[in-house]
Structure formats: structure tokens, C-alpha cells
T-cell receptor
Framework: EADIYQTPRYLVIGTGKKITLECSQT?????MYWYQQDPGMELHLIHY???????EKGDLSSESTVSRIRTEHFPLTLESARPSHTSQYLC??????????????FGSGTRLTVV | AQSVTQLDSQVPVFEEAPVELRCNYS??????LFWYVQYPNQGLQLLLK??????LVKGINGFEAEFNKSQTSFHLRKPSVHISDTAEYFC????????????FGSGTKLNVKP
């Protein structure tokens, strides 16, 4: 069962529009991430957060921005969408248990198409 | 930074046959290793992970993987596949010193034929 939720699942939007992709998790994880996934390519980290009011850019340059005002919520915003932003965006969270790292829990993704 | 190589972009296999999906990573520093599966139009689901201890790890759906430090590999295996195993499989590596960042391979599409 998914404990991390992304909305919308699919979005088709015109060039120049502002969009926000939502991501929420109910597990109380401190760390959250946004990945961009293109067909046949590896996932690329675009943003991550260690906790409330903490955000960092990832390895792949992105024109998007993120915010982390609440632990459970990590939205991603594109101020002006372009066709080059067409991709799948995956949100994830992670936690430690004792001395072990249990990996990421992923949402189902948002497939964005900019026309 | 790590790089992760999945040598096969697509693997076709017949139902009930064995399969191996290959994964190699670049750095010999201590790592955590993971395999994820992605079914069509879904997010990634954890199959199995290696954190420490036994180099042979077992995961869900009958999959297992073996960590080979000298060859920097973490190949995924299943002795008998089912149609329902058709999906894309991603190998991921995280440095123990920087577990906040995962490095993913480009994925292997497993196509199980009847």
C-alpha cells in the first residue's frame, strides 16, 4: 500500500503555464526527494530535503523549485512550463531504522506533458 | 560520485526459465545496494537490499541478488520467472557516507513470454 501520494498522476498542460506537482507522505520521514525519469534513462535527482525548511538541488539541473513547510508535504513547482519539461516526476522519502538504512519509498509518479 | 551500469536494456525470456539481470557500480567504497521494480504506470517498489552481512540477499517475489565486492556487482536472479514479472528493474547504489543520494542505473526491461 502506498504511503506516499502524488497528484496528479497525469497532466497535459500548455507552454508557459505554472504548475505544482503534489507529494505527501504519511510515514513521518524526514528526508524527501524528487526524481526525473525519462524513458530508457536512469532516474535523476533534481531536489531533496532533509526536513522542514531544508531544500537542496540535486545532481540534475532543473528549472523547478520545491518547498518543505510541513514534514509530510514536498511540492514541486514549475513557474513556466516548457516542452523540455515533459517527463515523469517521481517523489520519494526515506528513513533510518536503528543503524540501518531502509531505502526509499516511491510514489506512483506524475507524468507531465507540456504541449 | 557513483555510476551504475545495467548492461542489458532489455531481456526477453520465456516463462519458467531462469533470469539474471546484471548490475555493476563504479566505486569500491562501502555501499548500500538496492533493486527496485517498476510496473507500467507505477512508481518504484523495493525488491531487495544489501546493507551488510551475507552477500546473498533474498527479496520479494522469489528474487535474490548477490553482492560481489571484488567485481563491484550486484546481479539480480530468479530461478523461474512468471508472466507477472514483466516490468522494468532498476539497480541503485548509495554510498554509506552519503546515504541521502541514490544513484540509479538506466533500467532493464524484463519481458516474460508465454
Amino acid at each position: 500500500e502506498a504511503d506516499i501520494y502524488q497528484t496528479p498522476r497525469y497532466l497535459v498542460i500548455g507552454t508557459g503555464k505554472k504548475i505544482t506537482l503534489e507529494c505527501s507522505q504519511t510515514m513521518g520521514h524526514d528526508k524527501m526527494y524528487w526524481y526525473q525519469q525519462d524513458p530508457g534513462m536512469e532516474l535523476h535527482l533534481i531536489h531533496y530535503s532533509y526536513g522542514v525548511n531544508s531544500t537542496e538541488k540535486g545532481d540534475l539541473s532543473s528549472e523547478s523549485t520545491v518547498s518543505r513547510i510541513r514534514t509530510e508535504h514536498f511540492p514541486l513547482t514549475l513557474e513556466s512550463a516548457r516542452p523540455s519539461h515533459t517527463s515523469q516526476y517521481l517523489c520519494a522519502s526515506s528513513a533510518w531504522g536503528g543503524q540501518s538504512f531502509y531505502g526509499y519509498t516511491f510514489g506512483s509518479g506524475t507524468r507531465l506533458t507540456v504541449v | 560520485a557513483q555510476s551504475v551500469t545495467q548492461l542489458d536494456s532489455q531481456v526477453p525470456v520465456f516463462e519458467e526459465a531462469p533470469v539474471e539481470l546484471r548490475c555493476n557500480y563504479s566505486s569500491s567504497v562501502s555501499v548500500y545496494l538496492f533493486w527496485y521494480v517498476q510496473y507500467p504506470n507505477q512508481g518504484l517498489q523495493l525488491l531487495l537490499k544489501y546493507l551488510s552481512g551475507s552477500t546473498l540477499v533474498k527479496g520479494i517475489n522469489g528474487f535474490e541478488a548477490e553482492f560481489n565486492k571484488s567485481q563491484t556487482s550486484f546481479h539480480l536472479r530468479k530461478p523461474s520467472v512468471h508472466i507477472s514479472d514483466t516490468a522494468e528493474y532498476f539497480c541503485a547504489v548509495s554510498d554509506r557516507g552519503n546515504f541521502n543520494k541514490f544513484y540509479f542505473g538506466s533500467g532493464t526491461k524484463l519481458n516474460v513470454k508465454p
